[in-house]
């Protein structure tokens, strides 16, 4: 079946570092991909996104990199500060209209 | 511009009851979508509106309802209230249905305990 997993529940970094989050999905042909952070009480909040005619997409201090071939998505973040602590979602649009598909989770804790 | 809200923040029911929980779109949106989203897990999808009609549905069974008003603020309904259905539910809201990738705004959510 369809299914989007994060290869880590759990990333704890140390404030200034940079973080890298993966994540693997199975449909290939989904096209469009997107990367959420969810703070505790809330809802998801968009990141950064990509569509699948792209490897790579910056944003102010995050990156996303698509590998089709390998169907691996990560979501970089540079010098990582105390409130980028939170679950980061990926998740993808496999074309079945609104539906997104998420995975489920890793958790980015920052030591100060 | 408001956000998308939820409402109630947070609700108690006991098995076989039923519950309703309501969703103000963002200003502008027409769309509205429906999540699941179990402790420690990522959101499921359970069913889309546009237009006060549903479009699209997840892997949820009929006991899931929704509605949408014509003001685009949406309902979820779930009926026979099982202790699984225990979880926080995600409303998101965007600019437009199908294909289109137009960001999703989520709310804070509603946490269902069935208890």
């Known amino acids: 079946g369809e299914s989007v997993g994060l290869h880590l529940p759990t990333l704890s970094v140390q404030e200034g570092d940079n973080s890298i989050i993966n994540c693997a999905y199975s449909n290939s042909a989904s096209d469009y991909f997107i990367w959420y952070k969810q703070e505790s009480g809330k809802g998801p909040q968009f990141i950064i996104d990509?569509?699948?005619?792209?490897d790579k997409r910056q944003g102010q201090r995050v990156t996303v990199l698509l590998n089709k071939t390998v169907k691996h998505l990560s979501l970089q973040i540079a010098a990582t500060q105390p409130g980028d602590s939170a679950v980061y979602f990926c998740a993808e649009n496999n074309n079945q209209g609104g539906k997104l598909i998420f995975g489920q989770g890793t958790e980015l804790s920052v030591k100060p | 511009e408001t956000g998308v809200t939820q409402s109630p923040t947070h609700l108690i029911k006991t098995r076989g009851q039923q519950v309703t929980l309501r969703c103000s779109s963002q200003?502008?949106?027409?769309?509205v979508s429906w999540y699941q989203q179990a402790l420690g897990q990522g959101p499921q999808f359970i069913f889309q509106?546009?237009?006060?009609?549903?479009?699209g549905r997840g892997n949820f069974p009929p006991r899931f309802s929704g509605l949408q008003f014509p003001n685009y603020s949406s309902e979820l309904n779930v009926n026979a209230l099982e202790l699984d259905d225990s979880a926080l539910y995600l409303c998101?809201?965007?600019?437009?249905?199908?294909?289109?990738?137009?960001?999703?705004?989520f709310g804070p959510g509603t946490r269902l305990t069935v208890l």
């Open positions: 990509i569509r699948s005619n792209m």
């Open positions: 998101a809201s965007s600019l437009s249905p199908g294909r289109s990738i137009d960001e999703q705004f």
């Open positions: 200003s502008g949106h027409n769309t």
């Open positions: 509106y546009y237009r006060e009609e549903e479009n």
